[in-house]
Structure formats: C-alpha cells, structure tokens
C-alpha cells in the first residue's frame, strides 16, 4: 500500500438540481460513489423507488436525481440525523430483517449488512436482491467488511446476477487469502465532525469494500485498479485485478502513451482506462 498520490475518483456529473446542502456534505456525495456509479444508466419508463440505508442518505438525491428515496435504519437517533440530511427521503425506522423492501431502480445496503448475523443477513440478502434492479453493497474496507461484500458477491453471482462493478469478472475472486479488496475516498471533515472522531484533521480517508450486481448486462472493466498507485520517477506501479488474477504492472517512461495514462491511473478506477468488457 502507500502510494504518494491521492487519487480520489472525479466528481459526478451534475443532474442539474440546485443541492442546499453544506459544503461538507456535498463533497461527501462528489467522493463516494461515482467510479460505483458512472456505468450505471435509470430504468426506462417510469422509476420505482431506490431504497437506501440511512447513512447512504449523503447520497441519495445525488443518484439520478431519484424521483423517490425510501430509507429503512433501526436507530431513533440515526433517523433523527437522517431527516436533517435528507429530508425528502421517506425515513422508515425498523429492522432490516422485518420490513418489507420494495421493488427499486436501486437498492443500496451501506454499512448495514456486516451488522447483522450471518442467517439475518442471508435473509435481508434474499429480499434486496429480489426488490433491487441493481444491487449496491458497501462495507467497510476491512478483511471483516471484505468478507462480507465477497460473500454476497459469490451467492448472488450463482444465482445468476451479472458484476458491474468492481470485478472485471465473474469468476471466482483471485484476491489472496488474508488479503482484501478495498478502495478509499478522501472526505472532508466539517468541525462537528472533527468533534466526534476526536481528530484534528480537516479529511478523513474512508476505505470501503463493495460490489455492485445487476439483474441484466452491464459494461465491466477489463481491469481494477485494487491498490493506490505508487508514483516514482519514470515509473507507476499498478496492482492491479483482471478478474482471473492479481498482478502487480510497472509502466515506465519509455512506454509514453501508457505512461501517461498510468500517471493518471486511480485506485479503485478501471486498467487500462476505458477498456470495457
Ligand atoms: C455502521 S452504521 C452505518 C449507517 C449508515 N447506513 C451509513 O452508511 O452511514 C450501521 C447502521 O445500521 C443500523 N442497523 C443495525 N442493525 C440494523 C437492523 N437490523 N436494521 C436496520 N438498521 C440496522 C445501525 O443503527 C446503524 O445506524
């Protein structure tokens, strides 16, 4: 790990709805998701609505300008902060193993399935998957979180849900045992922010692990950046996910144009840039 640059991914294109909220939040929305996201096109016709859990209530109006955001999160407290974040989301508080999860363009898990146990998770699993066009799971980028995500990855790549993101493939995951895939966001801290974590500093570097499953063809990859990039002069290392294997790729100087485009490479962004499956 370690690289000397941080290559957070672009912000989103913007859907043209004047966004009220608070610098801090809007840059939260701008790193999250979009290398999750830009592949992604709304159904046609008319959109159900995406379903999110709380946390990802940063986000919501960000995803296609969602024509409705239903939330579902068992916390009082966390409902409370959710409606000040996202007030036109429809906040229901409940348990994620008990309430019913409707039919939606997108349904996102954030940070909620690794808190519950395995046989609750495999149920909550079952009924996302069943209401969600495409599949969002995000956990945090630990070999705990990364667990997780593969888990669901596997089971639900077997019951037929095509990748969209991260894997360029399908196969079985190549990443080694004891290691795990994750990637990083930089976002910035506002100052009550700093206050709860205790710290100092005015960003924090979030590591997540996540999957994206569609039901239906989507364009993949030919290749993940799965580590951050190491710059040194007249060389970038890339390790970088094929989908069959991990590989660790120097590209040198003499190698212009690719180069060029290692230089420009991000963690957590495809390799090499715009090749598509
Ligand atoms: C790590 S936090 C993530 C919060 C939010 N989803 C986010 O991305 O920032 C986990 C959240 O899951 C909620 N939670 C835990 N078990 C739950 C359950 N069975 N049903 C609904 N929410 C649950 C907790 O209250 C907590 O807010």
Not at 65 to 90: D, K, Q, T, W, Y
Not at 95 to 124: C, K, M, Q, T
């Amino acid at each position: 790990m370690g690289g000397r640059k941080n290559s957070a991914p672009k912000a989103p294109r913007a859907t043209g709805r004047r966004d009220a909220s608070p610098p801090w939040l809007r840059s939260q929305r701008r790193s999250a998701f979009p290398a999750i996201l830009g592949s992604l096109e709304p159904a046609k016709g008319d959109p159900a609505s995406p379903v999110f859990s709380a946390g990802a209530a940063a986000n919501g109006p960000y995803f296609f300008g969602a024509a409705a955001v239903e939330l579902i999160e068992s916390s009082v407290a966390m409902v409370a902060a959710g409606r000040e974040l996202l007030p036109e989301g429809v906040w229901r508080r409940g348990s994620l193993g008990e309430s019913a999860i409707p039919a939606a363009d997108l349904v996102i898990a954030n940070y909620a399935l690794g808190e519950l146990r395995e046989g609750d998770r495999e149920r909550v699993v079952e009924r996302a998957w069943k209401a969600a066009r495409v599949l969002v799971v995000v956990e945090a980028g630990s070999s705990a979180g990364f667990a997780v995500v593969r888990g669901i990855r596997d089971r639900l790549l077997g019951e037929g849900a095509r990748m969209i993101a991260p894997c360029p493939g399908e196969a079985s995951c190549p990443v080694a045992e004891g290691d795990w895939c994750h990637f990083g966001a930089r976002l910035e801290r506002s100052a009550l922010h700093r206050q709860a974590k205790q710290g100092t500093l005015s960003y924090e570097d979030e590591k997540y692990s996540y999957v994206v499953l569609a039901k239906g063809e989507g364009a993949r990859a030919a290749g993940r950046v799965i580590r951050r990039p190491v710059h040194q002069p007249g060389l970038v290392e890339l390790m970088v996910c094929d989908g069959a294997k991990v590989v660790r790729e120097q590209v040198r100087k003499k190698d212009k144009e690719k180069f060029r485009a290692a230089r420009h490479a991000a963690w957590g962004g495809e390799w090499p840039a715009g090749e598509r499956g």
